[in-house]
């Protein structure tokens, strides 16, 4: 073999190699190709993924994602229909759905990314702003759950009825980007609304709103306990009065029926013969009023004394000293 | 002309090699034959793949997708012809929210700065503001979706999980979220985020969403305290009323009963004495009918016998000794009674 022939064998090799590298491309799982000829676009959109031939050197392979793809929003400053400031961050997930129409429109994803800020910031500015800040946040009517210390104090406003609400926002705000972005080959697949937050000079007022709402129920709180304390001893002194009354009754209840058991008995028993209990309860009498400063005027007419005068005086006695009835 | 999936045999290989390595040994040039070693060397150390435990190894062929692999050593065409993408299905992940974790010990240190707080932070139902700290625990349950169907999965997922958990809290009041709703608040966002997951059919599985530190802002702390100090105060002040009145009224009726009792024995007492009172008369009754003269002479007499030296001044006088002028020393009365 004369070096000549090796030169030139080497030169085809090479220019072989060249053309199959260019003829030759593969497209990932996550890609998808839109084949040009000098910057013209050829056929459909290779989407299959795998090992694929174009003509060398004519023809250019185009790379575009084929997945879903970010979009992050920045924090917009919007203010609400009932005039509340909130910075809304928004997320959306995109695809490119027409790789050619893409490629055409907007050349690549940086295109797209500035194209989809006007657009999504645009719409999700208006969505919010035609409506007031509850519809954004709340998602249903539920109504919210007594805390079971306390039913809060609700601010009116917050407890208002919201007609869409945070799904429905989004919908909308998905709804009219999905109108706009099939012009540049986009498939928007969903918006969310990932933060909203009141900015900074409202959220101080949200705060200071928030401080004077616990110490309502702070004070609430403390009231009620005083309340409550004020009904048990209520209860206490009632229940005081009706022990000590309930008792006085029945003692005077009890003590009554002794009296009248004792009296009826005295009564029969004495009722047999009322002169001797006279004449025995008088004997007794003398027993407990006589005492050593009474004074005692007997006559010797007395019963007693009658015998003072003459042994067998006529016994008539003298009662002048003894009280009898 | 793209290659379609015959699946790579290494066995198919190695009988290549050795039939190279047979045609070879008839060459008189060493230089080609250690190229041809280096080779086939290179061929063998890119074609070897070892899939861990926790992984499967998705095999692409020219970027397409051809086969995946359970956990072991694998071979695949070299030279990046075959390529393998490892995914970790066996394993529990978890992004954390409102903190990162430093160093996962014993005694975890965590880590909180300007970045976190905007993920905590948050409106309630009633447009209150709340800082909300969660984690998420989750698995990868289709690789293949996991690769390929979106391009920042994870990223993409962090968004979904703020995104479900605002919503929920944005449907419930402070108070439901800082008591009674935690929860509820957890489960609901845990089931919005699966079915979002398979919205965007991201091959992830959501295994667990953990609320973490609750918690109102920082500058409103305060006064949520308040409010516990004041449902203390208040409790307090209820407790205290009612051991007043467990003092007392057992107390009370206790006296009562002491009153009651008393009564009762005061009614035995004036019955019993009665009844002894009477019977004692009846009993001197039955006697002194048998003789009445004598019997009532001598209790009077008696009586008078028992009185009389107990009186402190006595005066027998006659009614018959007229004009006489009885005399009564009154001194010892007046020293009596003064």
Redesign the interface.
Known sequence: MSGRSTIILAAFAVLGLATLSSA?Y??????QVVITQFGEPMGLPVT??????KVPFAQEANVF?K????W?GNANQVPTRDKKYIGVET?A?WRIANPLLFFQRLRDERGAQSRLDDIIDGETRNVIASHD??EA????N?A???????E?I??A???RQIELG??KITRLILERVSHVVPDYGIEL??V???????IESV?AK??DR??S???R???R??S???G??????G??ER??KV??S???R???E??G???A???S??A???N??RE??R??KT?ET??ST????????????T???RY??SQNAAGNA?KTVIPSR | MATQGVGFDPEEFSRLAREARVRLRGSRRPLTFIALILVGLLALYSSYYQVEPDEVGLVTRFGRFVRTCNPGPHAKVPFGIERVQKVPVQRQLKQEFGFRTLRADIQSSYHKDEKTEAESVMLTGDLNVATVEWIVQYKISDPYKYLFRMRDVEETFRLMTEACMRTVVGDHSVTELLTVGRESIAAKAKELLSNMCKLYDNGISVQQLILQNVDPPEAVRPSFNAVNQAIQERERAINEAWAEYNQEIPRARGLAEQKIQAAEGYAIDRVNRAKGDAQRFNALEEEYRKAPEVTRTRIYLETLAAVLPTAGKKLIFDEKAKGILPMFPLGPVQEVKP
Not at chain 1, 26 to 31: A, D, G, L, Q, Y
Not at chain 1, 67 to 70: F, I
Not at chain 1, 144 to 150: L, M, N, P, R, T
């Open positions: 030759l593969s497209v990932s799982e996550t890609e299959q993924a795998g090992l694929h031939v994602d997945r879903w793809l970010e992050n997320y997930r800040l509850i946040v709340r998602t249903t539920r919210f759950e007594k805390g079971e210390e306390a809060d609700m601010e406003e917050s407890m945070r799904d697949v969903d969310q609304i990932q933060r909203i937050n009141y959220q949200v705060f928030m401080i709402e616990r110490k129920i702070a004070d709180h403390r009620e306990g005083q409550k304390s004020a009904e048990v001893r209860k206490k229940e005081l022990i000590e309930e008792a006085y029945k003692t005077q009890i003590m029926r002794g009296d058991e004792a009296t008995i005295y029969e028993a004495y047999r013969n001797l209990y004449f025995l004997m003398y027993h006589i005492d050593k400063d009474s004074w005692l005027v007997l006559s010797t007419s019963d007693a004394f003072l005068q003298g």
